[in-house]
């Protein structure tokens, strides 16, 4: 059986163990880094399953990291921070993190949120019955998990792609925040409604002709979300 493995980058030895010795006692594989450099050479030797990532170090910080990771990688990323205000982790989730903790954080939560990151990452490769779908310029081909428009690419990570997912496979449908936190971050989701803005808003940015005006992803005030279909 595959043992997950996981990098924790944190500048605080203290932490490191800590989370080490929970994660080893929980089945999983770790490696530790101390600064964003170090992180990036064991990520391109290692290729975790996962990376946790303190957002403030010296030298090259989280937000940096995160940054470059994204310009070649898919790998999920859970971003820390001893601050909690919200541009923070707008900040984390527009430079492609897909989860954040604030520190002081329980060990079970950041446990819990690991192993939804891994399952999201393993739910992502189930190929839907219907093969594609459809719209305008827009199509999505579930088999290929290739969406283009107008015939060109369009690059997605992987909570991306479960989003736009969901939405498609129910074109036409109002979907609720609550039913897109648990269908595509996982059931211990239903209250981090800025992650959800935020990955439309990332959707948006690559999906719509004008993202101020959506053609695709229509906002339902107060409710959720309706991909619109022709």
């Known amino acids: 059986m595959h043992q997950p493995r996981i990098l924790i980058v944190d500048d605080d030895p203290a932490i490191i163990k800590f989370v080490r010795a929970n994660l080893k006692a929980e089945g999983f594989q770790t490696f530790s880094a101390m600064d964003g450099f170090e992180a990036l050479q064991i990520i391109e030797k290692e290729l975790p399953d996962l990376v946790i990532l303190d957002m403030i170090m010296p030298g090259m910080d989280g937000f940096e990291v995160c940054r470059r990771l994204r310009e070649w990688s898919q790998i999920p990323i859970i971003m820390l921070s001893a601050w909690g205000n919200v541009d923070d982790k707008v ?70 792609y479960q989003l736009l997912q969901e939405l498609t496979l129910n074109a036409g449908k109002v979907l609720t925040h609550t039913h897109l936190l648990h269908e595509v971050w996982g059931p211990e989701y239903g209250e981090e409604r800025q992650y959800l803005h935020q990955f439309v808003k990332r959707l948006r940015a690559k999906i719509e002709p004008n993202p101020a005006e959506p053609t695709y992803i229509a906002t339902v005030l107060s409710v959720g979300y309706q991909f619109k279909s022709a």
């Open 91 to 160: 900040t984390c989730l527009e430079l492609g993190a897909d989860d954040y903790l604030t520190k002081p954080f329980s060990i079970r939560e950041l446990i819990a949120r690991i192993k939804s990151t891994l399952r999201r990452t393993e739910l992502s490769q189930v190929i839907p019955t219907r093969p594609s779908f459809t719209t305008g310029d827009f199509e999505i081909d579930f088999a290929a998990r290739r969406v283009t428009i107008g015939g060109k690419e369009v690059i997605l990570t992987r909570t991306e």
